[in-house]
């Protein structure tokens, strides 16, 4: 690879790594919002998910 | 109850409970001895290398050896309520750590003393600079033990121990494999003189962590 | 249920919703002056050619990776001593030490990609280098701590002990490998230049670099302190449902 080529790879690198790092802060902190749910409980008379009905506002 | 007596007891009731036991000498010197012998695997014997990474090889398996010494003195607590026992005797954060950090370096004295034996015998060492091999090793020791014992507390009683005090406690032990590989290479094979500054490294480590000990242990053991 | 918070004065966010945009907005600026910069507008250096530009991402990467873990410390410091003790100061250490260990992770990354084509291997037994691998694996080691499991308070005091601790063992780690490989330089062959003369444009994206990853350090600590601060409501209302079900009680 050239050197052009390592400098390309580690732009495009650092904005994985950050930008993946940003969408993961962002996703947890949606599903902490109780706004998206990572899993549905089977049961129908199994307590819901704390987050479905959460009331923590901001 | 004074200081002095406070650690007399913690490090003897810890000694007592390992001549009972006789773990270190059943169980963790042959895993350090085991350790030697597959480095002989690892590394060709009939070309030199082990003789001339003996000081490394030794002080790893110290550090690998050391990590179940450490594990086991906390693990003794966990026993028969004996951590409720101890927390309700009342006895001074401070006292407890020296005394347990006592204990573990006394282990470790003979660990260091049969591994280095085994080590010699079998990577074939010629052993000079014994001054500077014995100040190392005993500012090693107290640094192993200090760290070991403030880490081990602080994995105590966690789900996770045997595989978080590994984690946390090597990187922080990287300065004393260091200093005292060195200080073995310059005693062994180089000018026993140059050792000097890395004694006084480990010693420094050594003295930082009895005192960083001395302050943390208290509150760490409280939350255990 | 708020007796389990330390809450002398507990806040929900690091920076007001205001200022976290206009935050967020200098971030992406100055990133983008980097890139400007860093690939485009300064100069390919003499000696190592193009790769040079790597640097102007590897050091403020590593600049802003001792930040994060200057204020790790802090803040625990901060939590320990009784008269400052708060919740955000716990929230604080947890979400710096996590963006540095991912900043810490990115230097090593960048400091092979950079001594691939500049020194020929992907990695090399430089001080500076293998320094930063040990912070890599004492702050590793610290959010293991953090993660296990235990009343807020508890996690807290063991969290910010342990970050005191690391800290202490991180200029014995500093001094001790600087001097086992400046003893070693004897023998080396080359002598990497990490830290070359630089001038006119070249320091200029050097310091825009820097710029931009402590602005982003800001911008994440934002959005990682909130994060941290729902998730531990999250962890109460959990606990809360859990004994609510279990004693049977009114809904």
Known sequence: MTDAGFVIASWVITALVLGGYVLRIALRTAVARGEKTLFRPDAPDAPKAPMSENGVHQ | MNAFSEIKLIAGKDLRIEMRSRILLSQVLPFGAIVVLLFAFALDPDRGILTRVAPGLFWITVLLAALLAIGRAFSIEQQHGARDGLRLAGLDGSSVFIGKAIAIAVQLVILEAVLGLTVVVLYGVEVHGVVVLVATATAATIGLAAAGTLYGVLAAGLRARETLLPLLLLPVLAPVMLGATRAFEDGLEGVPGDAWPWVALLTVFALLYTGVGMLAFGPLWEDT | ?251
């Open chain 3, 1 to 251: 249920m708020s007796e389990k918070r330390l809450n002398n004065d507990d806040r929900s966010a690091l920076l007001p919703r205001a200022v976290g945009r206009v935050v967020d907005a200098l971030t992406l600026v100055s990133i983008g002056a980097l890139t400007f910069f860093g690939l485009w507008a300064s100069p390919a250096d003499v000696v190592q050619g193009d790769a040079q530009r790597i640097m102007y991402l590897h050091v403020p990467a590593a600049w802003a990776a001792y930040v994060a873990f200057g204020i790790t410390t802090l803040a625990s410091l901060l939590w320990l001593w009784p008269r400052t003790r708060s919740a955000v100061w716990d929230r604080v250490a947890g979400a710096s030490a996590e963006i540095g260990l991912i900043f810490t992770g990115l230097t090593l990354l960048l400091g092979s990609l950079w001594g691939r084509p500049v020194w020929g291997v992907w990695w090399a037994w430089d001080a500076r280098l293998v320094s930063t691998a040990v912070l890599f694996f004492l702050y590793l080691g610290y959010l293991a701590i953090r993660a296990v499991p235990a009343e807020p308070i508890v996690r807290a005091r063991r969290s910010a002990i342990t970050a005191v601790i690391v800290f202490i063992d991180v200029p014995i780690v500093h001094f001790s490998v600087n001097w086992w490989r400046t003893l070693h330089q004897k023998a080396t062959v080359f002598n990497p230049e990490l830290n070359p003369e630089i001038h006119g444009v070249m320091a200029l994206t050097l310091w825009i670099g820097v710029v931009a990853f402590t602005l982003l350090y800001v911008s994440l600590m934002n959005r990682r302190y909130q994060l941290a601060y729902l998730e531990e409501g999250l962890e109460e209302t959990a606990l809360d449902a859990a004994i609510l079900q279990r004693s049977g009680g009114v809904k």
